[in-house]
């Protein structure tokens, strides 16, 4: 007897076979974020899989599961730790929406950021002094006030949440740094992430201190956006070309490793090799860089934090970023670096790895969702009974933050490589007050 025929898909064939794999067991249910705070199928992974599924056969049209089943997932993968044939399904609807926007075209607004700003490191410096100078002038608030913000969109939206622009980003911060503690042991390249750069600085400052202290010789090269943001908004085009730069001014650098502190970004970095394709000069450049990428947190583990760490008398708890491989060592590299800070208690925190509705720009583009999810992080964080949550990742640290003003006033949120520093200083005052 003939078996059923395989149907052939209609687009987003690198895709069928994984996609094909969802047994329907629905484990990720209790898994996802968006699923907890909104139950109808279609918010499980299996749900929007089963969708796209149907579209790439060519039982409904991609653009009529754009609002919902595409536009809420957080491509967070929280699912596929749950799911026994590891179902991408981050990955699935990502490229789901680039196909959306290859059919149906891309928003203009969204196009001129991802391909005009962010892949520019002097438009990104503009826009840092654009925003200084309108909060310096009133602008901002008379922004605010008029609707301005609102009409901005997203760009509007993360310059609320992102708070007042910092004085300096972190290029302009490097000026104060010190050498390298002897003996140095290697040369590494800081891979700024621009959300950082332009609204939490002092997260990347202390990365490079932290490694400073450690024995690095620390490069600050100028690189525009990772690209990542064009991959969660479903731009392939601008996420290669950020891909092709970034891997062009990286590999000129003479460095043994290439160090990011922002998960998602870093996690991105390391995919470079499969996203710049086959091109033999380009291609092999990208894996060079994707192969040479390590999360500050997970290099440090391996490699260890050097100079004395003092005692801090906190109780921390941690939020694990979403983006963190599922089976990577990353996922506990945090937990091992804080235990080695003396009287630091560190307090188990439920659902610690589901994603807090940041998601890069998900907070501006599901405001609402973002924020039910977000009281639920708070619900947890409150119950734990820690008063500093600890990530690594700037998109949560920004979520965390306006969350803690929010729902937990006294909770403080800290880059993990802020608690490694803190630490270190804590032990190096210390010296100074024995030394008399
Ligand atoms: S990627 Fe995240 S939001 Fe999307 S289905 Fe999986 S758990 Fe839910
Ligand atoms: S856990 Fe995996 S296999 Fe099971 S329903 Fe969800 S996506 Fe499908």
Not at 103 to 129: C, D, I, K, M, N
Not at 165 to 171: A, F, K, L, M, S
Not at 257 to 276: L, M, N, P, Q, V
Request: glycine share 8%; hydrophobic share 40%.
């Amino acid at each position: 007897m003939a078996g059923a025929a395989v149907p052939t898909p209609r687009f987003l064939a690198d895709v069928y076979e994984a996609a094909s794999e969802c047994n329907k067991c629905s484990l990720c249910q209790a898994t996802c974020p968006a699923y907890v705070v909104n139950p109808v199928e279609w918010e499980t992974a299996r749900g929007r899989i089963a969708l796209i599924r149907d579209a790439m056969e060519g039982r409904l049209e991609l653009r009529d599961i754009e609002d919902g089943p595409l536009s809420s997932c957080l491509t967070c993968d929280n699912c596929v730790a749950a799911c026994a044939p590891r179902v991408p399904t981050g990955h699935i609807v990502s490229r789901a929406r680039q196909e959306l926007h290859a059919q149906e075209g891309y928003p203009w607004a969204q196009s001129f950021a991802l391909r005009s700003v962010l892949p520019r490191p002097g438009a990104l410096r503009a826009l840092h002094g654009f925003a200084r100078f309108t909060r310096r002038t009133g602008l901002y608030g008379l922004a605010r006030r008029t609707g301005l913000l609102s009409w901005l969109g997203t760009l509007g939206a993360l310059a609320e949440q992102g708070g007042p622009p910092p004085d300096r980003t972190v290029y302009q911060m490097l000026g104060d740094l010190p050498d390298a503690a002897q003996p140095v042991r290697g040369t590494v390249a800081m891979l700024v992430c621009c959300l950082s750069n332009l609204t939490a600085p002092e997260a990347t400052d202390a990365t490079i201190r932290v490694l400073l202290a450690s024995g690095y010789d620390v490069h600050v090269p100028q690189l525009g956006c990772s690209g990542l943001p064009a991959r969660t908004l479903g731009d392939r085009d601008a996420m290669v070309d950020m891909a092709v730069k970034n891997s062009a001014v990286l590999s000129r650098l003479d460095v043994d490793a290439y160090i990011g502190d922002t998960a998602s970004c870093t996690e991105h970095y390391r995919e470079y090799g499969s996203i710049a394709g086959d091109d033999r000069q380009v291609g092999e450049r990208a894996r060079e860089v994707a192969h040479h990428t390590a999360l500050a947190s997970d290099f440090l583990d391996r490699n260890g934090v050097r100079g004395d760490l003092g005692p801090l008398r906190w109780r921390v708890t941690i939020d694990e970023p979403c983006a963190l491989p599922i089976d990577g060592p990353e996922r506990g590299a945090t937990r091992r670096l804080l235990e080695q800070i003396p009287y630091l208690e560190i307090v188990p925190l439920h659902e610690r790895a589901m994603c807090c509705g940041g998601a890069g720009t998900y907070f501006a583009r599901q405001p609402e969702r973002s924020e039910a999810i977000l009281q639920r992080k708070f619900e947890n964080i409150r119950a734990s009974g820690a008063e500093i949550v600890v990530t690594e990742n700037i998109s949560c640290l920004l979520q965390l933050r306006a969350g803690a003003a929010r729902y937990a006033p006294n909770v403080k949120v800290m880059h993990i490589m802020e608690v490694m520093l803190a630490s270190l200083q804590g032990a190096e005052r210390r010296r100074a007050v024995l030394a008399g």
